[in-house]
């Protein structure tokens, strides 16, 4: 059974950054492809950056282009959601999401990102 676990959510101010990251746990993280997705309230959750099993493919939506970057450390096990430039529209808890080889899905506890002066 696989297990995500999000950190490095919190408050920032607009302009301010944040540093996601989500550590994997019981099954082979390499052969994972990953995501990033969040979910503010009254909206349906969004996807927002992945990132293949070696980090040599990468894809972003249009929203965070150019502001956030996925990467990932597969000897830690753990993937990273560097967030600049954050705006109030960023509010949201994120999410990541494990894609294994068989195409089973997994999903961590999200953590809150509120972006307020």
């Known amino acids: 059974q696989v297990q995500l676990v999000e950190s490095g959510g919190g408050l920032v101010q607009p302009g301010g950054s944040l540093r996601l990251s989500c550590a994997a746990s019981?099954?082979?993280?390499?052969?994972?492809?990953m995501r990033w997705y969040r979910q503010a309230p009254g909206k349906e959750r969004e996807l927002l950056a992945g990132?293949?099993?070696?980090?040599?493919?990468?894809i972003y939506a249009d929203s965070v282009k150019g502001r956030f970057t996925i990467s990932r450390d597969n000897a830690k096990n753990t993937v990273y959601l560097q967030m600049n430039s954050l705006k109030p529209d960023d509010t949201a808890v994120y999410y990541c999401?494990?894609?294994?080889?068989?195409?089973?899905?997994?999903w961590g506890q999200g953590t809150q990102v509120t972006v307020s002066s």
């Open positions: 999401r494990a894609a294994t080889s068989r195409l089973e899905f997994y």
């Open positions: 019981g099954g082979t993280f390499t052969t994972y492809t």
């Open positions: 990132i293949g099993t070696v980090g040599d493919i990468r």
